[in-house]
């Protein structure tokens, strides 16, 4: 295998350079870093995360922890982190957080402090006092995005302006039979989905909306963040005599469970029944979905830019605010 000394006569620089450029730590530029990756692509030379780790300190790989690995938002989310981290050199470590108390203990306890990472993202998590206690004890930087904890540096989306500009939309197309599908804070709590205050942050938007016009909600059913449980929500809210001309859905994935149950009962979507969701799902374009984007992998890449900028300069994150954007589709109109 090539050495250090080949990659920096190759890329024309010093060994030095060359060592920062590759591990990521000390300042380099852009196109110096990008010379040397060449050189070191070109010779087949890999750093040693061993050898990494005795001369800088650094274990180059970033930990994150995430409540679920298999939906489509994590997944958009850890992608847009591994895009901007790779070409830095850092690996990410995904810790699994669930609700057990003893799994969480043993994460916290044990498996962050083996010194396997530089940095910690938590995604959409909700931290108890102790575990942030144990997260900052580590002396490391962290990031949360969508943590609620004023005790870490966080980006997140205003999930009460999300909620807001969605019902809104309803009601200037005209709707005032609005339903709103999303999660009470004791579910949400206990879930493992979105464990976080998003959904009622998204509840107090809708009504805070309604509430702002004059006008009172027409109905709401909990349900988990999944189609399935849009799809039983929306036929247990359709199901009556007055049913609601709209639906506001906490997500794109419940929005398309009830998109299932208003073809079900014959209703036509939007002439009898508008539907908007949050998120910007990948499949909201094909199923028509009126919904709230909030750019999942454009979160991940402002949280690998700030767990950058914390471990290179100790700067934390400039602005924590994330966007979002209404984008509207044919499920929604004025109502008949």
């Not at 679920?68 to 830095?88: E, N």
Request: charged content about 20%; hydrophobic content about 45%.
């Amino acid at each position: 295998m090539a050495s250090l000394e080949e990659v920096a006569r190759r890329a024309q620089v010093s060994t030095a350079t060359a060592s920062r450029a590759l591990n990521g730590r000390g300042r380099v530029s852009d196109a110096t870093r990008a010379r040397v990756r060449d050189a070191a692509d070109a010779l087949g030379y890999v750093v040693s995360a061993s050898a990494s780790s005795l001369a800088t300190g650094r274990t180059l790989s970033i930990g994150v922890l995430v409540p679920l690995l298999d939906r489509w938002f994590y997944s958009s989310v850890l992608d847009g982190i591994a895009t901007r981290l790779a070409p830095r050199g850092y690996d990410l470590t995904l810790y699994n957080l669930t609700d057990s108390p003893e799994q969480r203990r043993h994460l916290f306890q044990t498996s962050l402090r083996r010194g396997r990472v530089d940095a910690v993202v938590a995604l959409s998590l909700l931290l108890t006092d102790d575990e942030i206690d144990q997260l900052l004890a580590l002396r490391l930087p962290v990031v949360g995005l969508g943590a609620p904890s004023p005790r870490l540096a966080t980006l997140r989306v205003d999930d009460t302006a999300v909620a807001r500009t969605a019902t809104g939309h309803l009601l200037d197309l005209g709707h005032r039979r609005i339903a709103h599908i999303g999660q009470s804070t004791t579910e949400a709590a206990g879930s493992g989905i979105h464990s976080l205050d998003i959904p009622t942050l998204r509840r107090q938007g809708f009504e805070q909306a309604l509430r702002d016009a004059g006008v009172e909600p027409a109905g709401f059913v909990a349900a988990d963040f999944t189609i399935d449980g849009g799809h039983r929500a929306a036929r247990e809210l359709l199901a009556g005599p007055d049913r609601p001309t709209a639906i506001f859905a906490a997500s794109d994935e419940m929005a398309f469970g009830a998109l299932f149950a208003a073809r079900e009962l014959g209703l036509e979507v939007p002439g009898d029944l508008s539907v908007v969701g949050v998120d910007g799902h990948e499949m909201s374009d094909f199923f028509g979905l009126t919904t709230i984007a909030q750019f999942p992998h454009g979160q991940g890449e402002r949280a690998a830019e700030a767990i950058l900028g914390l471990l290179e300069d100790g700067h934390e994150p400039a602005g924590t605010a994330l966007p979002f954007e209404l984008v509207v589709r044919t499920s929604t109109s004025p109502p008949r």
